[in-house]
């Protein structure tokens, strides 16, 4: 299968029963929008080398290597562990499980309060400066130190943090929050 391959018919996001009310709260992966589904899909499809519906940490080292991600990174090595943990290969369903159970949703608050975790490595309940720069070496973003000094200094100012030397989880939550309402 392609890497660019769209998702066929039989595999876009099922539709909501006509008319059904929800019997509890939602789901992260009911909240999905379309598009979030077709993407969280195709990354599957990147992942199912055979294209047998199924991945396995083989084929997600494999594709991490032709990439040149680097697997010491916190983030895909938590994914890989998920997989590794069922001990199996594992279909798109359980794939999503895995993506939530790590990840977290941002829509909620729990939810980016995982994503915050992921962020805040020594755990103090704020992520500063050198957390910064992790961060965007993870993400191979070439940013200097004056770059990343310039946005806590923006975000400071723009969003009215408390310390311009980082930010807590509250004031975290309340920026990711604004972006996810737009």
């Known amino acids: 299968m392609s890497r660019t391959a769209k998702p066929s018919a039989s ?35 990147v992942f199912d080398e055979d294209g047998s519906g199924t991945i396995d940490p083989a084929e997600i080292n494999k594709v991490l290597e032709e990439l040149g991600l680097d ?6 090595l938590a994914l890989i562990h998920g997989l590794r943990d069922q001990n199996k290969p594992v279909n798109f369903e ?10 977290g949703e941002t829509k909620t608050k729990d939810g980016i309060r995982k994503v915050f975790s992921l962020f805040d490595k020594d755990e103090n309940g704020s992520v500063d400066f050198e957390e910064f720069k992790i961060i965007a070496r993870q993400l191979h973003e070439n940013l200097t130190d004056d770059d990343l000094l310039e946005m806590l200094h923006s975000t400071h100012i723009n969003h009215k ?17 604004k972006f996810n309402n737009k």
Not at 71 to 76: A, H, M, S, Y
């Open 161 to 177: 943090t408390a310390s311009n030397e980082g930010v807590d989880f509250e004031e975290f939550y309340r920026i990711v929050s």
């Open 71 to 76: 697997k010491r990174n916190p983030f895909i």
């Open 94 to 103: 359980e794939f999503l499980n895995i993506i939530g159970s790590r990840v």
């Open 11 to 45: 595999q876009a996001k099922p539709a909501a029963t006509q008319g059904a009310k929800p019997t509890g709260p939602l789901s992260w992966k009911d909240r999905l929008t379309t598009e979030d589904y077709e993407e969280l899909r195709n990354t599957f499809n």
